[in-house]
Protein backbone atom coordinates (compact mmCIF):
# COMPACT_ATOMS: atom_id res chain seq x y z
CA UNK A 1 0.00 0.00 0.00
CA UNK A 2 2.21 2.64 -1.19
CA UNK A 3 0.68 6.42 -1.19
CA UNK A 4 0.76 8.23 -4.14
CA UNK A 5 -0.29 11.80 -2.03
CA UNK A 6 1.15 13.25 0.89
CA UNK A 7 -1.35 15.11 2.92
CA UNK A 8 -1.17 18.01 5.35
CA UNK A 9 -4.06 18.94 7.76
CA UNK A 10 -4.53 20.98 10.78
CA UNK A 11 -6.52 22.66 13.40
CA UNK A 12 -4.10 25.79 14.25
CA UNK A 13 -5.61 29.05 15.76
CA UNK A 14 -2.40 30.92 15.91
CA UNK A 15 -0.13 29.25 13.81
CA UNK A 16 2.27 27.10 15.57
CA UNK A 17 0.29 23.83 14.95
CA UNK A 18 0.09 24.64 10.96
CA UNK A 19 3.79 25.46 10.99
CA UNK A 20 4.58 21.87 12.45
CA UNK A 21 2.48 19.69 10.55
CA UNK A 22 3.74 21.77 7.44
CA UNK A 23 7.69 21.32 8.14
CA UNK A 24 7.07 17.20 8.55
CA UNK A 25 4.51 16.96 5.53
CA UNK A 26 6.95 18.58 3.41
CA UNK A 27 9.67 16.97 4.17
CA UNK A 28 7.92 13.39 3.45
CA UNK A 29 6.84 14.49 0.06
CA UNK A 30 10.22 15.25 -0.68
CA UNK A 31 11.60 11.89 0.69
CA UNK A 32 8.75 10.32 -1.03
CA UNK A 33 8.88 12.39 -4.51
CA UNK A 34 4.76 12.70 -3.87
CA UNK A 35 3.14 15.99 -4.59
CA UNK A 36 1.56 17.55 -1.38
CA UNK A 37 -1.61 19.02 -0.60
CA UNK A 38 -2.72 21.41 2.22
CA UNK A 39 -6.08 21.36 3.86
CA UNK A 40 -6.76 24.13 6.43
CA UNK A 41 -9.17 22.57 9.37
CA UNK A 42 -9.25 26.35 11.67
CA UNK A 43 -11.81 28.13 10.54
CA UNK A 44 -15.47 27.00 11.07
CA UNK A 45 -15.75 27.34 7.16
CA UNK A 46 -12.98 25.12 6.78
CA UNK A 47 -14.59 22.65 9.48
CA UNK A 48 -17.79 22.73 7.94
CA UNK A 49 -16.57 20.39 4.88
CA UNK A 50 -16.39 16.60 5.09
CA UNK A 51 -12.65 15.55 3.99
CA UNK A 52 -12.43 11.85 2.44
CA UNK A 53 -8.99 10.28 1.61
CA UNK A 54 -8.30 6.92 0.55
CA UNK A 55 -5.72 4.38 0.94
CA UNK A 56 -3.47 6.19 -1.52
CA UNK A 57 -2.71 9.11 1.26
CA UNK A 58 -0.41 9.31 3.57
CA UNK A 59 -1.79 12.35 5.77
CA UNK A 60 -0.11 14.19 8.23
CA UNK A 61 -2.72 15.71 10.91
CA UNK A 62 -2.41 18.20 13.66
CA UNK A 63 -3.69 19.83 16.11
CA UNK A 64 -2.74 21.98 19.68
CA UNK A 65 -3.15 20.35 22.82
CA UNK A 66 -5.33 22.15 24.99
CA UNK A 67 -5.68 21.23 28.87
CA UNK A 68 -4.01 18.03 27.66
CA UNK A 69 -6.14 16.87 25.48
CA UNK A 70 -7.50 17.80 21.78
CA UNK A 71 -9.37 21.02 21.80
CA UNK A 72 -12.88 20.02 23.14
CA UNK A 73 -15.22 22.36 20.84
CA UNK A 74 -12.76 20.95 18.17
CA UNK A 75 -13.09 17.34 19.00
CA UNK A 76 -16.18 16.51 17.08
CA UNK A 77 -15.15 17.90 13.69
CA UNK A 78 -12.32 15.60 14.23
CA UNK A 79 -14.17 12.92 14.26
CA UNK A 80 -17.17 13.66 12.41
CA UNK A 81 -15.49 15.41 9.16
CA UNK A 82 -12.15 13.17 8.40
CA UNK A 83 -12.66 10.21 6.75
CA UNK A 84 -9.27 8.23 6.33
CA UNK A 85 -10.95 5.45 3.81
CA UNK A 86 -7.53 3.52 4.60
CA UNK A 87 -5.23 6.10 4.22
CA UNK A 88 -1.47 6.29 6.04
CA UNK A 89 -1.62 9.19 9.09
CA UNK A 90 0.69 10.68 10.86
CA UNK A 91 -0.50 12.05 14.23
CA UNK A 92 0.87 15.30 15.68
CA UNK A 93 0.30 17.22 18.61
CA UNK A 94 2.11 20.56 19.61
CA UNK A 95 2.40 21.67 23.52
CA UNK A 96 2.79 24.70 25.15
CA UNK A 97 5.86 23.54 26.76
CA UNK A 98 4.02 22.04 30.05
CA UNK A 99 2.41 18.43 29.38
CA UNK A 100 1.04 16.91 25.94
CA UNK A 101 -0.71 14.30 28.12
CA UNK A 102 -3.52 12.58 26.64
CA UNK A 103 -3.69 14.68 23.49
CA UNK A 104 -1.53 12.64 20.97
CA UNK A 105 -3.30 9.41 22.63
CA UNK A 106 -6.63 11.08 21.95
CA UNK A 107 -5.84 12.03 18.08
CA UNK A 108 -4.50 8.43 17.20
CA UNK A 109 -7.86 7.21 18.23
CA UNK A 110 -9.52 9.38 16.42
CA UNK A 111 -7.93 8.57 13.33
CA UNK A 112 -7.94 4.92 13.78
CA UNK A 113 -12.07 5.19 14.61
CA UNK A 114 -12.02 7.31 11.35
CA UNK A 115 -11.14 4.54 9.01
CA UNK A 116 -6.72 5.71 9.65
CA UNK A 117 -4.28 3.27 9.79
CA UNK A 118 -1.80 5.60 12.17
CA UNK A 119 1.75 5.20 11.49
CA UNK A 120 3.66 7.68 12.97
CA UNK A 121 3.16 9.98 16.14
CA UNK A 122 4.61 13.09 17.54
CA UNK A 123 4.68 15.39 20.07
CA UNK A 124 6.51 18.44 19.88
CA UNK A 125 6.73 22.07 21.95
CA UNK A 126 5.43 25.07 20.74
CA UNK A 127 4.95 28.68 21.87
CA UNK A 128 2.12 28.06 24.36
CA UNK A 129 -0.89 30.50 23.40
CA UNK A 130 -1.19 31.90 26.48
CA UNK A 131 2.65 33.83 26.95
CA UNK A 132 5.60 33.91 25.16
CA UNK A 133 7.80 32.99 28.48
CA UNK A 134 6.65 29.01 27.85
CA UNK A 135 8.04 27.74 24.94
CA UNK A 136 8.85 30.78 23.58
CA UNK A 137 10.30 30.73 19.59
CA UNK A 138 9.27 27.48 19.08
CA UNK A 139 8.76 24.96 17.02
CA UNK A 140 13.27 26.68 16.48
CA UNK A 141 15.51 25.21 14.33
CA UNK A 142 16.65 22.79 16.01
CA UNK A 143 12.71 21.60 16.15
CA UNK A 144 12.99 21.62 12.53
CA UNK A 145 15.69 19.49 12.15
CA UNK A 146 14.24 16.76 14.45
CA UNK A 147 10.82 17.00 12.47
CA UNK A 148 12.38 16.74 9.07
CA UNK A 149 14.32 13.89 10.67
CA UNK A 150 11.18 12.25 11.84
CA UNK A 151 9.62 12.36 8.28
CA UNK A 152 12.46 10.67 7.09
CA UNK A 153 11.64 7.74 9.77
CA UNK A 154 8.36 7.60 8.60
CA UNK A 155 9.40 7.48 5.18
CA UNK A 156 11.52 4.62 5.67
CA UNK A 157 8.90 2.92 6.86
CA UNK A 158 6.31 3.79 4.27
CA UNK A 159 8.58 2.06 2.07
CA UNK A 160 8.81 -0.84 3.59
CA UNK A 161 5.54 -1.76 4.44
CA UNK A 162 3.90 -4.89 2.86
CA UNK A 163 0.90 -5.03 4.87
CA UNK A 164 -1.65 -2.88 7.12
CA UNK A 165 0.07 -1.24 9.68
CA UNK A 166 -0.66 -2.02 13.54
CA UNK A 167 -1.91 0.96 14.99
CA UNK A 168 0.77 3.18 16.45
CA UNK A 169 1.46 2.97 20.32
CA UNK A 170 1.74 6.30 21.94
CA UNK A 171 1.21 6.88 25.70
CA UNK A 172 -1.72 8.31 27.48
CA UNK A 173 -5.13 7.66 27.54
CA UNK A 174 -7.46 8.81 25.09
CA UNK A 175 -10.62 8.24 27.58
CA UNK A 176 -8.38 10.69 30.58
CA UNK A 177 -10.43 13.03 31.68
CA UNK A 178 -9.01 16.99 30.65
CA UNK A 179 -5.83 18.76 32.81
CA UNK A 180 -7.29 21.03 35.72
CA UNK A 181 -5.79 24.35 35.23
CA UNK A 182 -4.83 25.77 38.77
CA UNK A 183 -4.00 29.10 39.53
CA UNK A 184 -1.13 30.22 41.87
CA UNK A 185 -2.61 29.20 45.33
CA UNK A 186 -2.87 25.64 43.73
CA UNK A 187 -6.62 25.24 43.73
CA UNK A 188 -8.35 24.71 40.53
CA UNK A 189 -8.70 27.82 38.10
CA UNK A 190 -11.93 28.63 36.89
CA UNK A 191 -12.10 30.59 33.87
CA UNK A 192 -14.38 29.02 31.29
CA UNK A 193 -16.43 32.41 31.09
CA UNK A 194 -13.12 34.62 30.37
CA UNK A 195 -13.40 36.17 26.93
CA UNK A 196 -11.12 38.54 25.60
CA UNK A 197 -11.43 42.32 26.16
CA UNK A 198 -10.54 45.40 23.87
CA UNK A 199 -8.35 48.81 24.10
CA UNK A 200 -10.87 50.96 22.18
CA UNK A 201 -7.93 53.45 22.21
CA UNK A 202 -5.64 50.75 20.32
CA UNK A 203 -8.23 49.31 18.20
CA UNK A 204 -8.94 50.08 14.34
CA UNK A 205 -11.94 48.05 14.11
CA UNK A 206 -10.18 46.23 11.17
CA UNK A 207 -12.15 42.87 11.90
CA UNK A 208 -8.55 40.87 11.89
CA UNK A 209 -9.50 39.26 15.49
CA UNK A 210 -13.09 38.49 14.08
CA UNK A 211 -11.70 36.51 10.88
CA UNK A 212 -9.17 34.66 12.73
CA UNK A 213 -11.71 33.55 15.62
CA UNK A 214 -11.85 29.85 15.24
CA UNK A 215 -14.89 29.82 16.77
CA UNK A 216 -16.50 32.48 15.21
CA UNK A 217 -17.28 34.11 18.31
CA UNK A 218 -16.06 37.81 17.45
CA UNK A 219 -18.94 40.59 16.36
CA UNK A 220 -17.30 41.42 12.90
CA UNK A 221 -19.06 44.60 12.86
CA UNK A 222 -17.74 45.60 16.93
CA UNK A 223 -14.68 43.99 17.99
CA UNK A 224 -15.29 44.31 21.38
CA UNK A 225 -18.42 42.23 21.83
CA UNK A 226 -17.83 38.13 22.18
CA UNK A 227 -21.06 36.43 21.91
CA UNK A 228 -19.93 33.35 20.73
CA UNK A 229 -18.14 30.59 22.85
CA UNK A 230 -14.61 31.59 22.90
CA UNK A 231 -12.11 28.64 23.72
CA UNK A 232 -9.27 30.56 25.00
CA UNK A 233 -7.10 30.22 22.01
CA UNK A 234 -5.28 33.25 21.83
CA UNK A 235 -6.04 33.88 17.84
CA UNK A 236 -7.34 37.14 18.34
CA UNK A 237 -4.82 38.37 20.73
CA UNK A 238 -1.79 37.17 18.57
CA UNK A 239 -3.65 38.38 14.97
CA UNK A 240 -4.13 41.99 16.38
CA UNK A 241 -0.96 43.60 14.88
CA UNK A 242 -2.28 46.90 17.50
CA UNK A 243 -2.20 44.60 20.35
CA UNK A 244 -5.99 45.95 21.59
CA UNK A 245 -6.61 42.35 22.17
CA UNK A 246 -6.13 40.90 26.05
CA UNK A 247 -7.43 38.93 28.68
CA UNK A 248 -7.75 40.54 32.20
CA UNK A 249 -10.14 37.71 34.15
CA UNK A 250 -8.38 37.03 37.42
CA UNK A 251 -8.67 33.42 37.28
CA UNK A 252 -6.84 32.96 33.94
CA UNK A 253 -3.95 35.08 34.39
CA UNK A 254 -3.50 33.59 38.01
CA UNK A 255 -3.00 30.17 35.97
CA UNK A 256 -0.61 32.20 33.61
CA UNK A 257 1.11 33.39 36.05
CA UNK A 258 1.19 29.56 37.85
CA UNK A 259 2.55 28.30 34.16
CA UNK A 260 4.87 30.81 34.14
CA UNK A 261 6.43 29.79 37.46
CA UNK A 262 6.42 26.15 37.21
CA UNK A 263 6.96 25.03 33.33
CA UNK A 264 9.35 27.41 32.28
CA UNK A 265 12.28 24.57 31.85
CA UNK A 266 12.38 23.33 28.30
CA UNK A 267 10.86 20.43 27.58
CA UNK A 268 11.58 17.67 24.75
CA UNK A 269 10.26 16.53 21.95
CA UNK A 270 8.66 13.09 21.46
CA UNK A 271 8.23 10.94 18.46
CA UNK A 272 6.57 7.42 18.09
CA UNK A 273 7.08 4.85 15.18
Known amino acids: MKPQRVCALYYSATGTTDRAVNTIAEAL ?14 KPA ?10 RDLV ?13 KILPDFKTRLHGGGALAVAVVLFGNRSYDNSLAELCTVLEGSGFHTI ?28 TAFAQ ?45 TDLG ?17 DPKNPALVPGTCIKCHACVRKCT ?27 NEVFL
Open 60 to 72: VVGSPTYAGKLPN
Open 46 to 55: ERDKEYCFTE
Open 29 to 42: AQKLELPLERFGFT
Open 202 to 218: KCTFCGACARFCPMGAI
Open 153 to 197: KIADKVNNLTDIPAPIVVPGDAAAPYYVPKGTDGEPAKFLKAKPQ
Open 120 to 147: AGGAFVGRHAFTDALGEGRPDWDDKREM
Open 242 to 268: KHAKYFDDPAFLSHVAMLEANFAEPKE
